[in-house]
T-cell receptor, first 115, second 115 residues
Framework: DTGVSQNPRHKITKRGQNVTFRCDPI?????LYWYRQTLGQGPEFLTY????????KSRLLSDRFSAERPKGSFSTLEIQRTEQGDSAMYLC?????????????FGSGTRLTVV | AQSVTQPDIHITVSEGASLELRCNYS??????LFWYVQSPGQGLQLLLK??????LVQGIKGFEAEFKRSQSSFNLRKPSVHWSDAAEYFC?????????????FGIGTKLQVIP
């Protein structure tokens, strides 16, 4: 399968714990995006990578959030000191740089529940 | 900044009936427009996209959408709905931001199909 892969699919954590999610984009896609989706809302942009460079971050991404994309391949999103308000679906998407107008390919998401 | 309005949070249609999901966008230039579908607990799948040219675009699963610049609309249609179309549908607008496509989503329309 050459789609976007996200792990884990589900994560339940206690408030105050740190969590890390992983996204493996389509191998030839150089652009990678993280979105967050809460119940009853559409996905909200968090951050964008072109290759290994993080080029844009939303103000939604507080200093407890950090994202990396070492070597321009997979990406990780870490949330430190989780809060109940962090409970959401975290979606990763990728696209080709020179064909980014063709729409994103999304992964199935990681659902985070903070208890 | 671009934005998307989906005025219908929830729509119920009978199987075999026609469907139209409304979408209005706000963007200062010519937009890139998308419709995505999301099944429960899943990521988003691209149904169709508009960038330029013919204002009536065809997508997967028998869906089509029409771009109307004068109305700032991009409504999604299907002539005959199947039970498997029950899902949540998101309209999105893409705009150039720092050399890449930044996609902003609406809050979604949940489609229920009844026998």
């Amino acid at each position: 399968d050459t789609g976007v892969s996200q792990n884990p699919r589900h994560k339940i954590t206690k408030r105050g714990q740190n969590v890390t999610f992983r996204c493996d984009p389509i191998s030839e896609h150089n652009r990678l995006y993280w979105y967050r989706q809460t119940l009853g809302q559409g996905p909200e942009f968090l951050t964008y990578f072109q290759n290994e460079a993080q080029l844009e971050k939303s103000r939604l991404l507080s200093d407890r959030f950090s994202a990396e994309r070492p070597k321009g391949s997979f990406s990780t999103l870490e949330i430190q000191r989780t809060e109940q308000g962090d409970s959401a679906m975290y979606l990763c998407a990728s696209s080709l740089g020179n064909r980014s107008t063709y729409g994103y390919t999304f992964g199935s998401g990681t659902r985070l529940t903070v208890v | 900044a671009q934005s998307v309005t989906q005025p219908d949070i929830h729509i119920t249609v009978s199987e075999g009936a026609s469907l139209e999901l409304r979408c209005n966008y706000s963007y200062g230039a010519t937009p890139y427009l998308f419709w995505y579908v999301q099944s429960p607990g899943q990521g988003l799948q691209l149904l169709l996209k508009y960038f330029s040219g013919d204002t009536l675009v065809q997508g997967i699963k028998g869906f089509e959408a029409e771009f109307k610049r004068s109305q700032s609309s991009f409504n999604l249609r299907k002539p005959s709905v199947h039970w498997s179309d029950a899902a949540e549908y998101f309209c999105a607008v893409g705009a150039r931001s720092g050399g890449y496509q930044k996609v902003t989503f609406g809050i979604g329309t949940k489609l229920q199909v009844i026998p």
